[in-house]
């Protein structure tokens, strides 16, 4: 199919047209579906997990990957703890999150689905926003979560059940927390108001790094060894040792600010 719109000198950019009509001409029922965000959020934890399944098995048996553990001592979840998380988790979609993801939806004006995708200096900009702005939303929310006894017992204590966390996990949290992210992240797309396109990049890419920072493993080729400003697997793992420190999902500048950064 040919693109409506050439992006000239723009190579991703043309891509990115491509995959644009092509979502729109084939999949647009699926793009205004008010249970994407819930299906798409699910499902891409359940597939970014799945290598982690491998690799906590692996570590079971394999000194040399046991020492990528950040907790080296301790043995790497079993199959069973996976299993239990998983059911947790999906059950806790399907009868909370899905509903009231869905109503949500149904309330607000459907999405454009505007027949120019965005640039690939655009998209990189929207997502860059989107993370910036969702991980100054959650520094806050969460900070709130542990200084405010109610909201901790009755909205993040679940989260905190492990001390050792692992990739599945990074869903493992109330009804409430899973929502109230759900619409953290909405919030900072509908702020930033970027393309839907950049929309679905941000929620597959922040659906990725949170289950790298929960993955219990400081990898060669973990994305905070590239980009310092990451706080990464094992400034997540401090948090949820200690509990009072490192409390932004992503960067560590607000960390810093208050005074509360680890690098421990
Ligand atoms: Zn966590
Ligand atoms: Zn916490």
Excluded at 9 to 14: E, I, N, W
Excluded at 31 to 47: E, G
Excluded at 79 to 108: E, F, G, H, N
Excluded at 177 to 197: G, K, Y
Aim: proline share 7%.
């Amino acid at each position: 199919m040919s693109a409506p719109f050439t992006q000239r000198g723009d190579p991703c950019g043309q891509m990115l047209q491509r995959l644009w009509d092509y979502l729109r001409s084939e999949h647009e029922g699926v793009l205004l579906s008010p249970y994407l965000p819930t299906f798409c959020a699910f499902l891409t934890h359940v597939t970014f997990c799945a290598p982690f399944l491998v690799l906590d098995h692996l570590a079971g048996v394999s000194q040399r990957l046991r020492a990528w553990r950040i907790s080296a001592d301790e043995p790497p979840p079993q199959l069973r703890a996976w299993l239990k998380c998983l059911w947790k988790i999906a059950v806790q979609y399907l009868t909370v999150v899905l509903p009231a993801s869905a109503l949500l939806q149904i309330s607000r004006s459907p999405p454009q689905l505007l027949e120019r995708s965005p640039t690939s200096w655009q998209l990189f900009v929207d997502v860059f926003a989107c993370f910036l702005l969702f991980d100054t939303l959650f520094f806050f929310w969460h900070l709130c979560m542990h200084r405010f006894l109610w909201l901790y017992r009755n909205i993040h204590q679940q989260h905190h059940q492990h001390k050792i966390p692992f990739a599945l996990q990074a869903q493992d949290a109330s009804p409430l927390e899973l929502l109230s992210l759900l619409l953290l992240a909405q919030i900072s797309t509908c702020l930033v108001n970027c393309h839907p396109l950049s929309q679905i990049i941000f929620h597959i890419l922040n659906t990725w790094l949170a289950v790298e920072e929960h993955c219990g493993y400081n990898l060669p080729w973990a994305l905070d060894r590239l980009l310092p400003f990451l706080g990464g697997a094992s400034h997540h793992h401090t948090h949820h040792r200690r509990h009072n420190v490192n409390f932004a999902p992503y960067f560590t500048h607000w960390d810093h600010l208050f005074g509360t950064y680890s690098g421990d």
